[in-house]
């Protein structure tokens, strides 16, 4: 092509593709609100079938009838289903445990629909009655997912936002007991790794999600409109065999970002009253 036509430039594609990628357009995104609402379906049928001594492979296959029977093109990604201690695994994949009763079942899993993928994540009570301590965990790892929520908008970088949202998840863990105000009094906020809040932390809050589910995009430089991004803090405590995720997709606007799963059930008191029924 040099050679032949030697007036034209010529320049590698892979950043500009990676650029063009992470800006959704409208179109796209509707796609993408398809696999999520697939996804939605799919969690609401799951609702009503989770109970004590239910495989974790068994949720598995509902959630692959549920797709497939509502035309999705696949699975997103392989999905998570973590009851109890094997919630703090975070790219579990045996899934081939029960669920106990009085545990959580972690339940990670996404549709793929016309290239697009879904990522949710969402936390259950295995009997359908979250305890009072898990209650009170649910509803701290709720608090971080509406405050991280809230600080997605164009300006921040991921990196800046994750230390953000790691100060906001210092003050909850303070706050439900797993760290002293002594453990957190002198840290180094320079270091993320080496925070305190990082023991019951220990992943990134969000990341670009598109045509893959980790899709290409910056992590330095400052969000932008039209891109999308999970938002998934999650609250893994060993001493207490204990781990919650909670996951929604977003879709960054000019002043903040549209959540394209906020049709999927979420409150404590809502998944209770869709299990009971
Ligand atoms: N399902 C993988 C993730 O949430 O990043
Ligand atoms: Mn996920
Ligand atoms: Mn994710």
Redesign the pocket.
Known sequence: MKARYPLHQYLRAAKIMKQLRAIKTKEEVAVLQTAIDITDNTFRRLLGFIKPGVMEYEIEAEIMHSFLSQRAEDKA?NS?IASGDNARVLHYVFNNQPCNDGDLVLM???ARYGGYCA???RTVPVNGKFTKRQKEVYNACLHLHNYAKSLLKPGISIIDYTNKVGDEATKQFVKIGLLSKADVKNENKDELETRPFRKYLYHGISHHLGID?HDLGTRTEPIQPGMVF?V?PGIYIEEEKMGI?I?NNVWITKNGNIDLMKNIPIEADDIERLMKR
Do not use: K, N, W
């Open positions: 990604y998570i990670d899993f996404g990522d949710l994540t589910v999970t998934e995720r996951e």
